[in-house]
């Protein structure tokens, strides 16, 4: 028996013999099929799923940039190569691009149209699509819908590494027929909002360091009590809250004179006036708390083998972010999951971008329960290596090879 699909797949037109029909597939159906022949007109042809080890899957996203995202992204597809037939990045446009691997197509802008994007990835006839999407990312509504419209026939997800309340939102989020959110806060939000598509938990990927790139180097800095941030500058990061603690621990107990934080600021093109604005407002806090021999801000992109250097010079890593209640943000931390990489003890804090870490790293609400908690894990070694191990536990449970697994097993969810 033959059949006509139309490009979603959906059969048109029934012959027992071949045939042709201008604009449609024919193809020959299995005998299974045939026993219920007559009542398939209308309906989607059941489809023959790949092996993983036969699957060309297509990433959208801004390959090699100077981003959470991008780092997201280079992990994630490392981890896809060797499981399946071939990868390719379709990528934002950036100025440097002499290093690109290639299997990268620097296809779209952003802001603008991606009509382009479209035309390449359907002609590269991927069997799944994956979409690493941040609202920065893909600014303009009208465009990524056009991206939407233009991949439906397409099996495809969404990667959300944002999830907020804002109703303006949701008209994204809710045109896309297959989302990942990286926790299960992240989904209740999205359900809240009335979206009713299929919402898959992945958690955020987490990078395995082996023995070489784990443990403390010597300490450099000349104290033992050290603290170390890094990631862009916002003022969500909450490292004024972090000054603040590190002003209440110097008040209140004397052995805490020469406590050092360092905070790796970095900088993007996209956001540098914010940068600016936040670099300003915490080096004159700095100078109002005196603290000018106690905190140092380092404005760069750092490369992932100095932040390595950094976490292991420091015996705390601390991301003590702040949740605004006028832009709540539902997401996961890359950042913090590459410290408790390093082997280095983490406090985190109440925000929602460590909702899926609850248990595994400190959580404090407040500049008090942040300095309480330094405090506790500076004068309890045991209290320390249980942080550590707790880490380890979850980086285990949670790497990137693992993630990968859970990314391909999505084509046959929403292919079944």
Known sequence: ????????????????????????????????????????????????????????????????????????????????IPKVKEVHVFSEIVQDTQNDPNFVTRCWERGQSLKGLVDKLQAWEPDLVIIQHEFGIFPKATYFLQLLQGIEDIPYVVTMHSIYEHLDKSVC??????????????KNILRKLGNANNIYVIPHGCVQYDDSLKGELWNIFQTPYTIVQFGFGFFYKGVDRMLDALHYLKKFDKKFQNIFYCYLCSDNVHTSLVHQQYYDFLMRKIDELS????????????????????????????????SDPKNMVYGASGAIRVAMACGTPVVASNCHQFDDLEGVVPRPKDYIELAKEIDE?????????????????????????ITADRYINLYYQINS
């Open 173 to 186: 989020t809710a045109a896309v027929k297959n989302i990942i959110v990286h926790t299960e806060e992240g």
């Open 377 to 401: 894990i500076f004068s309890n070694e045991k209290y320390k290596l249980s942080l550590v191990e707790k880490a380890n536990n979850y980086i285990d449970d949670n790497n990137w090879d």
């Open 1 to 80: 028996m033959w059949v006509a699909v139309n490009k979603k797949n959906v059969i048109i037109a029934i012959s027992e013999k071949n045939f042709s029909i201008t604009g449609y597939e024919v193809k020959e159906v299995d005998t299974e099929i045939k026993s219920n022949w007559t009542k398939l007109i209308g309906k989607k042809l059941p489809q023959t799923l790949k092996q993983s080890k036969d699957l060309k899957i297509a990433f959208i996203c801004n390959w090699n940039d100077c981003c959470g995202i991008s780092t997201y992204s280079k992990y994630l597809i490392e981890a896809t």
């Open 291 to 322: 603290l000018h021999d106690n905190a140092v801000i380092i404005r760069k992109f750092q490369t992932d083998q100095m932040i390595n250097s950094y976490l292991r010079t420091a015996k705390i890593a601390a991301f003590h972010y702040v």
